[in-house]
C-alpha cells in the first residue's frame, strides 16, 4: 500500500501515521513536483491533491483532505473521480461555538461598546447616565439603560446549519436559557437534542428569521448556500435582529449587509468570515459601531491539533483495515 502526503507533516506526526498503517510506504513529499511524481502506484493521498497529481493516480481509492472546507480544494476531475474523499468536519465546533456566544454575550450586555468606549477613556453607558437616577430609588421602573440590553432567557436564536457547529452553538445557547430552533438541508438525519425547541427544512428558512432575535450561520459553502444570504433574505429579518456569521464568508452579500444596517433593518451584526478575505481596509463595515469583526479566528485553539491528529491517525487505521472512513464527503454537495 502507498501512500503519499503533501504539504509535508512534521516527524512526530509521520511516525504516528506509520504506527496506524504499518504495512503501508509513505512519501512525504517536500513539494508539489514529488508528489507528484510519486502519485503513480499511490493508493491514498493526504493533504492538498492537484489535478495534475491525480492524473498520474491510475489507482487512487482515498483523498483525505487536511481541512473541512472543500470549496476551494475540489476540482471537477476530484468530483469525477471514484474515490472516496474526507474532510476534518468536526474537530472545531465546541471552538467555534464559544466564540459564537463572545458575539452574543457583546450584543446582550454591549460590551462591543464599552471597549470602544474605554479606549476614548469614556464613561458613559447605554441609555444615558441619566438612568442611573431612577435605578438609585430602586429598580422598580423598567429604564433606558435596561431597554439597552437582552435578557437572553427571553432571546431566541436560529441557527442555519444544525451540524456539529451549529449543534454546539444550540447547546451554549441553551445554557443561557435561550430558545432555539435551526434548519437545515437534512433535518430527518439529525437526532434532535432536548435543548432546541425544533429542527426543520430549508425551505423554513424564511419563517425562522422572522422568529429569531439572533440569526447564526453555522453553514457550508455549498452551491446551494453561496450567496443565500442576500437582501431579500435579510429583509426577513427584524430590525431588532443580530445576524453572526460564522459558517463561510461566500453565504453573506457584504454590499447588502452594508446597506441592511445604513438603512437601520438589522439592529448588528458579527463576521469571522467575509466574501474577500481579509477584509480591505476601506471597507464600510469596519465603521459600523453595531458591527463585531474578527479575522477568521472563530476555529483556533491548542485542542483542534490534537483532535486533528486523531482523525487522521484513525481514517489511516481505518484504511488499512478495509473498514468505513470517517467524514466521507458527497463530492457533489461539497460537503
Keep these: 500500500m502507498k501512500i503519499v502526503i503533501h504539504p509535508p507533516v512534521d516527524a512526530d506526526r509521520l511516525h504516528a501515521f ?51 472546507s472543500l470549496e476551494h480544494y475540489l476540482f471537477p476531475a476530484l468530483a469525477d473521480h471514484p474515490c472516496t474523499l ?50 438609585a430609588s430602586g429598580p422598580g421602573v423598567v429604564n433606558a439603560m435596561d431597554r439597552a440590553t437582552i435578557y437572553l432567557p427571553r432571546a431566541t436564536m436560529g441557527i442555519v446549519g444544525m451540524g456539529g457547529i451549529g449543534l454546539e452553538v444550540a447547546r451554549r445557547a441553551s445554557a443561557f436559557g435561550m430558545t432555539i430552533r435551526g434548519v437545515d438541508r437534512h433535518p430527518d438525519r439529525i437526532e434532535k437534542p432536548d435543548f432546541v425547541d425544533r429542527i426543520e427544512g430549508v425551505d ?24 443565500l444570504f442576500d437582501a431579500g433574505r435579510l ?41 474577500v478575505e481579509p477584509l480591505p481596509e476601506d471597507h464600510p463595515l469596519w465603521g459600523f459601531p453595531n458591527v463585531i469583526l474578527t479575522p477568521h479566528t472563530a476555529g483556533y485553539s491548542p485542542i483542534v491539533a490534537e483532535r486533528h491528529r486523531a482523525l487522521l491517525v484513525d481514517n489511516l487505521g481505518r484504511f488499512a483495515r478495509g473498514e468505513p472512513l470517517r467524514n466521507a464527503v458527497d463530492k457533489a454537495l461539497w460537503f
Excluded: C
Excluded at 18 to 43: H, L, S, T, W
Excluded at 214 to 227: K, N
Design 18 to 68: 506509520r504506527a496506524a498503517a504499518p504495512d503501508a510506504a509513505f512519501i512525504n513529499a517536500a513539494d508539489a513536483a514529488q508528489a507528484e511524481a510519486a502519485m503513480p502506484g499511490a493508493d491514498a493521498f493526504l493533504g492538498k491533491i492537484t489535478p495534475a497529481m491525480l492524473a498520474k493516480a491510475g489507482r487512487l481509492r482515498w483523498v483525505q483532505a487536511f481541512t473541512a
Design 86 to 135: 474526507t474532510n476534518t468536519r468536526g474537530l472545531f465546533g465546541d471552538v467555534i461555538a464559544d466564540q459564537v456566544m463572545g458575539y452574543i454575550l457583546s450584543f446582550a450586555r454591549n460590551l462591543h461598546a464599552y471597549a470602544r468606549r474605554q479606549l476614548e477613556r469614556r464613561y458613559e453607558p447605554e441609555g444615558g447616565s441619566a438612568a442611573r437616577v431612577d435605578f
Design 204 to 227: 423554513r428558512l424564511d419563517d425562522l428569521l422572522a422568529w429569531s432575535d439572533f440569526v447564526v450561520i453555522a453553514a457550508p459553502h455549498t452551491p446551494e448556500t453561496e450567496r
Design 235 to 275: 429583509a426577513r429579518m427584524r430590525p431588532s435582529s443580530y445576524l453572526v456569521n460564522i459558517g463561510r464568508g461566500a453565504i453573506v452579500v457584504l454590499d447588502d449587509l452594508v446597506a441592511a444596517l445604513r438603512a437601520g433593518k438589522l439592529a448588528g451584526a458579527a463576521l469571522d468570515v467575509y466574501e
